[in-house]
């Protein structure tokens, strides 16, 4: 499940930024290139038989509210995704002077556990990512 020893990095963007990242990801659908984002507080939808850029549909809070391109986010990924493509490039850290200062992701997965309802893990699908078959 996490086989690196990675940092999680977190960045001030805008919802533009979040928008471009995503679109930049989904052409991983359907060539499975390993690199396909999944998300926590966020809902998208895309349609994968769009041309690549122009995949993502929809993309809202999970309260519903519509990300626009000037929300404010905070965006957290792993060290290895903030380097990989390049996207990230002139983004705003955000609690970090530079992208090594994080913490590791393991760690953070484990504060989550010891935290949370008693240490018991409850996995579900939660319905964040659709896919728009039509």
């Not at 556990?113 to 939660?126: K, M």
Request: glycine share 8%; with cysteine; charged share 15%.
């Amino acid at each position: 499940m996490l086989p690196f020893g990675n940092t999680a990095v977190t960045l001030l963007i805008d919802g533009q930024w979040l928008k471009r990242y995503l679109e930049y990801k989904l052409q991983c659908y359907e060539r499975l290139c390993n690199s396909f984002v999944q998300v926590s507080g966020l809902r998208y939808a895309f349609r994968p038989t769009k041309a690549v850029g122009s995949r993502l549909q929809e993309l809202a809070f999970t309260n519903g509210t519509t990300v626009n391109t000037s929300s404010k986010l905070t965006l957290t990924v792993s060290r290895y995704m903030f380097h990989s493509t390049g996207l990230f490039a002139g983004a705003m850290l955000f609690g970090m002077s530079r992208p090594n200062d994080g913490i590791g992701v393991i760690q953070h997965l484990q504060h989550y556990i010891r935290t949370t309802n008693r240490g018991i893990v409850s996995p579900q699908i939660a319905g964040r990512i659709t896919v728009i078959k039509t």
